[in-house]
């Protein structure tokens, strides 16, 4: 009826053909899975063995049935199905008959029915139970979502004894028989079970485990986390001398709170015969104690320092050697019995603590640390002085007083480490060879010093009496000569070494100091300069001949010379000297070479002016030689004019001419140049030219363009198509030109360069516009010229007339 039903059902009116159906072709191309290719006739059965199994796929219109009794997969079609097909569910037990395809002969399943799931089953249990012993616990598995995946991965282990040989059977948490007081199946417990054997595989399990007896607790153990790797760690024991080894999934916790020195308490297991924690759990901290600490301090010393040890095989490679009850004992100690982190050196006296560990009755010297001064003294170590001047990442810089260098040093050298590291802190310590950098030096031992104990100067208390040298305009310091135990020496000095720097000493003053000799290379400088005698012979007076961008000229007071002098060397504003002003300096000689030192501006009138022959009168003449600051190639210095001789036979007279002589200082007069001139007699007796003047025809012309200092002029000298050069020196008053100003001037020739120049430069008229621009406006048109003004509406007056009507002033009225 079943089948009458289904073939009446619009789900077998709709059947296709199995061959074409996908799942069934792959079903058949399956190397394990045998599938028919059915056929609207029923297959033909083989034999008339039932067999059980389990529905294991369901689809549209057929299925799938895994096999209790053995390996195998039997397809099966939903006609072949006694019952309602529509009530079965994947899991469901069944019996069926196995027949074979016709087309195929393949194996199908048949004749379908549904039957208690109580009554199939993969595995037979044995008739009696066996004893044994959990080795392993069964673990629920999780994946990384959080859902349990089975039991397969988490599976427990138990073993027992037959026939002299030892098995170990897997089980899980399903398998063990749940007691009264929900007893945990823990390594250790002995239990009883049934060995079940997989019917299709001959696999075999242990099932339903029931604890007989479980193993006398033993007292848990405490300890410290002395290591911790990616997935486990050591535990150091605190009732042994030993590390325990422990698997992170051990601990009761989150392994990631889990850290270095933690208190810990755990049970110990026996795993592939060696001895490993379990059941760990975190401890308040201070709970597990090592070792007793004695309260006495003893004073020994380090005879053995843990560099020279070997820290990995030697835990206590260092030995302190002190006096005891016994005599001279030595006592070991470690790497972290030390306070402070800096280094340790053989002979250093130390103070210490004696240690006792409870488990072995060992003692070592913990609480170590150095007794600077007694150390120092007794070692005569030597120490050096600093200044902390740079500060990195652990480390840093002092710059040191005695050696020029900055040396290295570690954070961990500071003595008194409890403060922080600062900057420009001045520090003692000691300098050894850096091992990681053979070929670079290193400090340790590092104490800090009080402000001011660090003096990078040793300045003698002998008061020393010198000469001021030239100073060298390079340079910020100057030079004292003195006689220094009987041999000339010279000492440098700085502005801040003088007593009084605002009056600061010059070329040729007597002064006293003090001499200081500098730690860091060995070299002495002068400091506390005082001012004893001012140097007043040397002093020289002149004029001020020639000024340049920073240097000029001066002529002496006998107009016989002139000598060079820096801006420098000017005791105020250079801008303001102005030529043939009256200087007083100092003559100072340096390679060869003499210039003027320490300039003063003098008033006016110090230097007297010759007396003017007045009898003489007015004398014409020429220039036959100009002054040297004209022709810098002759050796002479004075410039010579020639009188204009009377009568053509007439020996020529000359007169002697200096920047003074000049009625304009700037005039710029060369040879053959006409002037008039007045005599004037010195005080030795010598005649000499003054107030010349040059005859000279001035040219005007309007400045084409000014470039700084200097500008031309819109005339054409001697070269075609050039314009005339100027300096803003020889502009008169020193007003201000610019592009388009009428000027007059005078066309000199330079002698060395043969070169023509303006000079005498006098401003005319305000500026106008240069010719180029004139010319360029006259050429743009109206049109060009943008935007464009138009007056829409000429003004009025308010009588309606052009503009204002003009204003006649009444008549005064007096008041009465």
Request: net charge neutral; charged share 30%.
């Amino acid at each position: 009826m079943s089948a009458v039903r289904k073939m009446n059902s619009p789900q077998w009116k709709n059947f296709q053909p199995p061959a074409q159906d996908p799942a069934i072709l792959s079903y058949q191309q399956g190397s394990n899975i045998v599938s028919p290719i059915l056929s609207p006739t029923s297959p033909t059965s083989t034999s008339n063995i039932r067999e059980t199994g389990l529905i294991e796929k369901l689809l549209h219109s057929y299925g799938f049935i895994q096999c209790c009794d053995r390996e195998a997969r039997l397809f099966f079609h939903f006609s072949e199905y006694a019952g309602d097909i529509n009530t079965v569910k994947i899991g469901d037990a069944v019996e069926f008959q196995m027949s074979c395809d016709r087309r195929t002969g393949r194996p199908i399943a048949c004749s379908i029915g549904r039957i208690d799931k109580d009554e199939v089953s993969f595995e037979v249990l044995s008739e009696e139970r066996f004893t044994g012993s959990i080795v392993q616990e069964a673990r629920p598995v999780k994946n990384k979502n959080g859902c349990v995946i089975g039991q397969a991965d988490g599976l427990g282990r138990v073993t027992y004894e037959h026939n002299g040989e030892w098995f170990f059977l897997p089980y899980g948490l399903e398998d063990v028989v749940e007691t009264a007081n929900a007893y945990k199946i823990k390594s250790g417990d002995t239990v009883t079970f049934y060995i079940a054997t997989d019917k299709r595989n001959a696999n075999i399990h242990a099932r339903k485990l029931e604890v007989i007896s479980v193993p006398t607790v033993q007292s848990r153990c405490q300890g410290v986390v002395c290591s911790m790797k990616d997935s486990f760690g050591f535990i150091e024991r605190a009732d042994m001398v030993k590390e325990i080894f422990f698997h992170y999934s051990e601990y009761k916790g989150d392994i990631n709170e889990l850290i270095l020195g933690d208190d810990v308490d755990f049970d110990v297991q026996t795993r592939n015969g060696k001895e490993v924690a379990v059941n760990i759990s975190s401890l308040p901290e201070g709970t597990v104690i090592f070792e007793d600490i004695g309260l006495d301090k003893i004073v020994g010393k380090v005879i053995k320092t843990l560099k020279n040890g070997r820290r990995q095989s030697d835990p206590l490679g260092g030995r302190i050697s002190y006096e005891g009850p016994k005599g001279v004992t030595e006592m070991p100690f470690g790497d972290k019995d030390q306070i402070g982190d800096y280094s340790l050196c053989q002979g250093d006296v130390v103070e210490f603590k004696v240690a006792t560990d409870r488990r072995d009755k060992l003692q070592r010297a913990t609480s170590i640390c150095l007794m600077e001064s007694e150390t120092f003294e007794q070692n005569k170590e030597k120490r050096e002085t600093g200044v902390i001047v740079s500060l990195k990442d652990g480390y840093g810089f002092i710059h040191c007083a005695e050696r020029d260098s900055r040396m290295f040093f570690h954070f961990s050298e500071i003595l008194n480490g409890e403060k922080d590291v600062k900057p420009q802190e001045e520090v003692e310590f000691t300098v050894t060879q850096d091992l990681s950098t053979p070929d670079r030096l290193m400090a340790i031992r590092i104490k800090y010093l009080p402000k001011g104990s660090v003096n990078f100067t040793h300045v003698r208390p002998e008061k020393y009496i010198g000469t001021i040298e030239p100073k060298n305009k390079d340079s910020d310091c100057g030079n004292i000569i003195f006689d220094f135990e009987g041999t000339i020496q010279q000492v440098p000095y700085q502005l801040k070494d003088l007593v009084d720097p605002r009056s600061p000493p010059r070329y040729g003053d007597k002064v006293e100091f003090n001499l200081a000799e500098i730690k860091r290379n060995n070299t002495r400088g002068a400091v506390n300069v005082r001012v004893l005698f001012r140097n007043v012979a040397s002093k020289c007076l002149g004029f001020v001949a020639t000024l340049k961008e920073n240097y000029g000229f001066i002529e002496s007071a006998d107009h016989e010379k002139e000598i060079f002098f820096h801006f420098s060397s000017f005791d105020g504003d250079p801008t303001e000297l102005d030529l043939a002003d009256e200087v007083e300096y100092t003559v100072t000689r340096k390679n060869a070479k003499v210039s003027a030192e320490n300039i003063r501006r003098a008033p006016k009138g110090t230097i007297p002016m010759e007396e003017i022959l007045q009898d003489q009168g007015m004398l014409k003449g020429k220039i036959v030689r100009p002054m040297r600051i004209v022709n810098p190639e002759q050796e002479e210095y004075c410039g010579l004019v020639q009188v204009d001789a009377a009568d053509e036979g007439a020996q020529p007279v000359c007169y002697p001419y200096g920047i003074t002589s000049l009625a304009d200082k700037r005039d710029f007069l060369q040879t053959a140049d006409a002037v008039k001139f007045q005599l004037a007699a010195c005080k030795n007796g010598a005649t000499r030219a003054v107030n010349i003047a040059a005859v000279r025809k001035y040219i005007r012309a309007r400045v084409d363009s000014v470039k700084g200092q200097f500008g031309f002029i819109n005339y054409e000298a001697a070269e075609e198509g050039k314009k005339l050069f100027f300096h803003m020196t020889e502009v008169h008053d020193g007003v201000e030109i610019q592009a388009g100003d009428e000027v007059e001037f005078v066309v000199v020739q330079n002698q060395r360069n043969k070169k023509y120049s303006a000079c005498s430069v006098r401003k005319i008229t305000s500026r106008q516009r240069p010719e180029r621009l004139v010319s360029r406006l006259k050429s743009i048109n109206d049109d060009m010229i943008s935007p464009r003004l138009v007056a829409v509406r000429q003004p009025k007056g308010p009588d309606g007339t052009k503009g204002f009507a003009p204003r006649i002033p009444l008549p005064h009225q007096p008041t009465v």
